[in-house]
């Protein structure tokens, strides 16, 4: 810089510039460095939401549809001598009787005109199997209906509900479409006469699974659902706790404790379609439980969550201060008491997190739950451990399988049911940690 | 290999004047009257090893009857170490071996089959750190009695935890709020309180370890003075890097160095007239 010759001694040659100015030419390229470091945090946020937008929205989008069912509104004669000719009221009889006809008859009724066989059927054919169900259900739970007529808004068939929901083209060539020309002049008339409605879809929520979309629900992968994690939770949380607090705080280090470290974050990482094979060969094939139920679903979901609950608790454990530690067992507190009494409160907002993310994880698992069976498909809500159950990930995986469009946006609706209950257990998850920590 | 620490050790000092010390940096055993009538705690021949490290080499050294005994030394000298050797504190250190013996009223604590928790009711600890327990302030001082079941009911608990307040010295200042969380008060309040705490289960002899080292003159010397009232019933051990917080609180004083124990003797004694010549050179600042 300074190229006049000064009789300096060499060491101490370029001292022309104060420290102070040498810090003011760097400090441009600091704050770029910084401002360029901010941006591509910005830029990383923004993509990240942005997908969970697309991701938000495709869903939502599709599955608002799905809270709503087309309904036709039917006046339906309870034929007393057609379904309890002995009248004697019998259950075994009443519920073996031939409902269908009845909801046919109605059906028939509302179109006088539709007189050939053929077109009866495909008349009939724009009403749901459900209807048949229901009106059993209701003439079971009330045999004062018997002889009556009922005003009833059955549910109409998914493609009906496809037309209303404008995933049908109308104006297509007759013989690509589902429904046929009389059929939608049918509806048409129909509509006109105020009986064919969207309604808000409560069989969607109440509903066990079912082949026809349009009476498909999801409460029985709701019910199993609940079964399969409370379950989990109880095999996996005190059992995971346990071996986090005696190996953290009473096992010696050496080699073998070392090992079962290693082994434990192996498990970790283990793909989970393994734990489901272990599951059908240890509880199945050699313990004899029974396929496709919540009680070897969350056996399973135990093996896989296990290793995330013991390495979340052994880190809540670790940070825990030493000093509390010391200062139990410096007034005489033997290990046992220094560690239920003052380490695990302190590390037990920890522990619920990561038990909570191990539940949110097991929520989400279908491959090992294939496994051992619980793939079935399966109409009745579950009553308990032992009967067959699905849970959610599996009916949207089933769902998603199925070819009739109207399932579709059952799909949609289920992982919309799904992520909300993710999005419950992570509230969850927050109010306790809250409430644990506000006890300092 | 000792040399290393010492400035100067090969250039031979002139004494300075007026110096008391005659016993030459080289000697490496304790000068100093190690032992007192009945002491409350004796140790001998304690060696203390990190795994291959040997911290501490064959310490003899009494704790007396209602005396303070401060050690003192640079830091790294094993002060910490041989303090926590008298409540077996090392034993949740792993890699730790203690050995030789350390009598109390004849038995050798030490020894593998003593029982720690009983031990540790009797040689209660203060932590150079402020470490009350991250619950009410009643709680805190509670917890000794309860766990060793000292109080017959929750009155006497009640009275248990109060008087140990006072005798802390604390009770004053928190007697309206036991029901706040201990770790809510100023350092010197917690530090006391960690006092109240060790003192409820009534210990022999209290250490202390560094108990000042975070807290501001004011604290101090209350935590000073507090010393000078318990001694009345306890016996302290006091760690301090302060060699005038040493000269002020206690009656003997035993100066370490890189782990041997070199002078023990009365405070004043030590402070004025070290026998020993590195005695003398951490008192007059010369390292440290
Ligand atoms: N947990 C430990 N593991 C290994 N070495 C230790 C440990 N604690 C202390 N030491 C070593 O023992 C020596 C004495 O330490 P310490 O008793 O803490 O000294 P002081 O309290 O006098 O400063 C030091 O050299 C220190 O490095
Ligand atoms: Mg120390």
Known sequence: MNTAPTPTPSNAAPRQRKPIEIIHAGLKKRHAAEMRFRLYGLIAISMGILFIGILFTTILGNATTAFQQTRIKLDIVVDAQMLDPDGKRDPEVLSSANYGAIVKASMNRLFPDVTSRRDQRELNELVSQGATYTLREMVMADTDLLGRTVTLWVPADDDVDMLMKGHMDRDAAEENRRLKDNQLAWLDRLEKDGRLEKHFNVDFFTNGDSREPEIAGIWGGVVGTFYTLALTLLFSFPLGVAAAVYLEEFAPHNRWTDLIEVNINNLAAVPSIVFGLLGLAVFINFFGLPRSVPLVGSLVLTLLVLPTIIIASRAALKSVPPSIREAALGVGASPLQTVTLHVLPLALPGMLTGAIIGMAHALGETAPLLMIGMVAFIVDIPKGIFDPAAVLPVQIFLWADSPERAFVEKTSAAIVVLLAFLMVMNALAVILRKRFERRW | MNKTSFVDSSVKMAPVAGSTATVSRDKRETVGDIRVDHPRVRCNNVNVYYGDKHAIHNINLDVGNNEIIALIGPSGCGKTTFLRCLNRMNDTIKGCRVEGEILMEGQNINAREVDVVPLRARVGMVFQKPNPFPKSIFENVAFGPRIHGLAQGKADLEEIVVTSLQKAGLWTEVKDRLEEPGTGLSGGQQQRLC????????????????????????????????????????????????????????????????????????????????????????ITGRFG
């Open chain 2, 195 to 282: 006092i109240a705490r060790t003192i409820a289960v009534q210990p022999e002899v209290i250490l202390m370890d560094e108990p000042c080292s975070a807290l501001d003159p004011i604290a101090t010397a209350k935590i000073e003075e507090l010393m000078a009232e318990l001694r009345e019933q306890y016996s302290i051990c006091i760690v301090t890097h302060s060699m005038q917080q040493a000269a002020r609180v206690s009656q003997r004083t035993a100066f370490f160095h890189l782990g041997d124990l070199i002078e023990v003797g009365e405070t004043e004694q030590i402070f004025v007239a070290p026998t020993h010549q590195l005695t003398e050179d951490y």
